[in-house]
Structures are given as C-alpha cells and as structure tokens.
C-alpha cells in the first residue's frame, strides 16, 4: 500500500470540501498525511523536503514551491496536482499566458474535476484525469412544492451582491427570502436589502451559525438557490442544493454551466446582463437536477477504480512515446517497433527516424508499404516508381 502526502489549502480544512479524495484513497488501504498550506494567508509554504519520502504526492490547489527550481517531474516520479477552475478567474475575461504556471508541472500529473481545466492542461501537454465529481446520496427533505422559497448566501459582495439577484427576482415576488450574510475572508462585508425588498420578498437574515444544522434548516426551506460566486472550483455548495432537489440559479460560468443545462435542471444567467428569469417552472427544474445528481453519483462511483489507479500509476508510464528528443534512442511501443524500419539515432536516417516519430500519418502509410512489400515481394513495384 501506499504512502502519501495530501498538500491542501488549510482552508479547507475548517470546510472539509475536499475530504472525499483521502477518503477514498483510504479505502483503498493508502496511508494519508495531510499537510495544510497557511501561505495564502501570509503563512509558511509546506516545503518540498517534508512531503518527498512519500510514494505519491497529491497537491490540492495549493502547492509546494518546486524543489530546488526544478520540474516536479525530476525530483519525485509520481506527483499529482489537483488545480481548481476558480483559481484563475476565468469569469473575468481570456487568460493571461500561463506557461509559467504550468510548467514546473510538466512530465507530472493533474487531476481535474473542471472539464475546462482538463482541457487546459492537455493543451500544456501535461498527462490529466478528468472526473466528474457528485457528492454522496442523502436523504433530504422535499423542497417546497407551493409558492417561491429562496437561499441566497453573499460571499462575494463585489462579485455577486443582493442586487444582481434583485435583477433576477424583479417579475417574482418570492413568498419568502433568506440571505445568509457571511462574506468570504478577506472580502467586504455583504451589504443587506432596501428596506422595500425585504418587505416585498419577505427576507430573513442571518450571519454565522455555531451549527451547520441550523444553516441546513434555513437552505431546506428554499426551492430556488442562487449559487454564491461567479465560478466555482468544484461546487458543493450548488451541488448539494441540486441533490435537496432545489433549482439552482448560476452565473453562466464553471463549474456551474458543467453540471447544469438551462431550462432543464436549472438556470444560468449572464453577470453582465442580468435581467428577470422565469421561475413558473422551478419545480420539475428541480426534480430533474435532482435525478441528474443521482445519475451522476452512480458514475463517480463507478470511475473510482480508474481515479485510484491513476493516483497510483508514476508518472513515466503516462508519457511514454509523448516526446522524443534528437540524439537519444527512441523506445516504441511493439506495434510501432514493427511496422517501422531501424535506423540509427543520428544522421539522416535518425532524422527520417525523427519525422515518422512525430507524424502518424507517416507511420500509417509506411506499415501500409512495408505490408504490401512483404505481400507481394521487395523487388515488385507496389506503385509506380516506388520499388
């Protein structure tokens, strides 16, 4: 069994948001330390030398500064870093370049729970998983079936305040309102209703509960829940309201727009032009984003072997035959070594070597000829002037 190192955001620690995945590997008989990062908030970095005896090293979000000034890849053979899509605020418009970012990273592994990262990071070159995560089946109380019930937590009063919900709402009174008003750290605090909206929508407050239950109680007596942020690296928050069977209302941003389709279990609105939606059918939105999180649990549990063995697999394996390099002999894999002729590493012939390395297209087309050649005999002209 294996030992390995969890690198997490130590904010996670007080949310448990990414438990799941030690969970998981612990299941499997691996032992998992963690190593919480205080360096987002001024605190030390986990260095490199307490997490490299470890047969894997997971870095959740956060990371250690590379070894040395070296790739990953050449100090540890399997090391794992699990990015999240709101890290790089994709929400505020194209990306910067971001080859620095990713390049200590290279000849190493990512895993995604962003389909959007996943592809990133396959543009990089860098060996990814991508899995669609869903949280554990509960049984939770049916929403409210009559009349509109709203949740909405203000995380992000720059990002996301009370008015761009009020945008939304502006054609549905809703029968009731609660805003939880517990702003993330180091963000402003959230700013309350006019008096005017807190009567028309019958809205309740609070701020921090000593008990998450009494924060459940108040988010299962809502039928429509607004998603707090404009991005999301996984979502729980969003995703346990799909799976209490309430219609989740996003901004059009992921992971949000990865797991919900608008109109069919749930709805998505532009942040740059808000305007009032529809909700005479946030019910049967609700039962379908609902049975869509049970579909969904069902297939991450049946992906959970190929996530193991991708933890698991070094890193080498994964990049076999990705890349070669000039003056260095080229290991092919054993239908590759045969249908194409031996030539030395160097001079003309390495370099023809080289060509068919990199095209497939190339190496379809000489198996073609070398079968042909062998069907019908090296000397017989297979097309005209090629003998």
């Known amino acids: 069994m294996a030992t390995i190192a969890y690198v997490d955001h130590s904010f996670h620690q007080t949310t448990k948001s990414t438990d799941f995945l030690p969970q998981i590997l612990r299941r499997h008989g691996h032992t998992v330390d963690y190593f919480w990062d205080e360096a987002w908030r001024g605190g030390a970095h986990i260095e490199w030398e307490s997490v490299a005896s470890h047969d894997v090293v997971i870095m959740f979000q956060s990371f250690c500064p590379p070894p040395a000034g070296l790739s990953f890849r050449r100090a540890h053979p399997n090391v794992i870093y699990i990015p999240m899509l709101d890290q790089f605020g994709q929400w505020q418009g194209p990306l910067f370049n971001l080859t620095g970012f990713w390049e200590p990273f290279q000849g190493s592994k990512v895993l995604n729970f962003s389909n959007a990262l996943h592809s990133m990071t396959l543009g990089f070159g860098i060996a990814s998983h991508f899995a669609r995560y869903y949280q554990p089946i509960a049984d939770y109380p049916h929403p409210p079936q009559e009349g509109l019930h709203g949740f909405f937590w203000i995380r992000r009063e720059r990002e996301l305040p009370w008015q761009v919900i009020r945008k939304l709402i502006a054609n549905s009174p809703f029968n009731s309102f609660h805003i939880h008003l517990a702003t993330d750290p180091g963000t402003p605090r959230a700013q309350l209703p006019s008096a005017q909206d807190m009567e028309r929508h019958n809205i309740t407050t609070s701020t921090w509960f000593k008990d998450k239950a009494d924060l459940n109680a108040h988010i299962g007596r809502a039928n429509v829940f607004f998603a707090p942020r404009l991005e999301e ?58 049975k869509s999180t049970l579909i969904g649990r069902n297939r991450w549990e049946e992906a959970e072997r190929d996530l193991v063995q991708f933890v698991l697999a070094p890193s080498e394996g994964l990049y076999a035959n990705r890349y070669q390099h000039p003056g260095t002999t080229i290991v092919e894999s054993e239908p590759v070594t045969q249908s194409l002729p031996t030539f030395a590493p160097d001079g003309p012939a390495g370099a023809l070597r080289r060509v068919f390395g990199r095209y497939a297209v190339l190496r379809v087309a000489w198996r073609k000829v070398r079968n042909l050649r062998a069907k019908f005999g090296r000397n017989h002209t297979i097309v005209k002037g090629l003998k």
């Open 233 to 290: 690296g996984i979502g729980q928050s969003f995703l346990e309201a799909m799976a209490r069977g309430q219609c989740v209302v996003a901004p059009n941003h992921g992971t949000m727009n990865e797991y919900i389709i608008p109109g069919v279990n749930g709805l998505l609105y532009d942040i740059k032009n808000p305007v009032p939606l529809d909700f005479s059918d946030i019910w049967e939105l609700g039962r379908q984003a609902k």
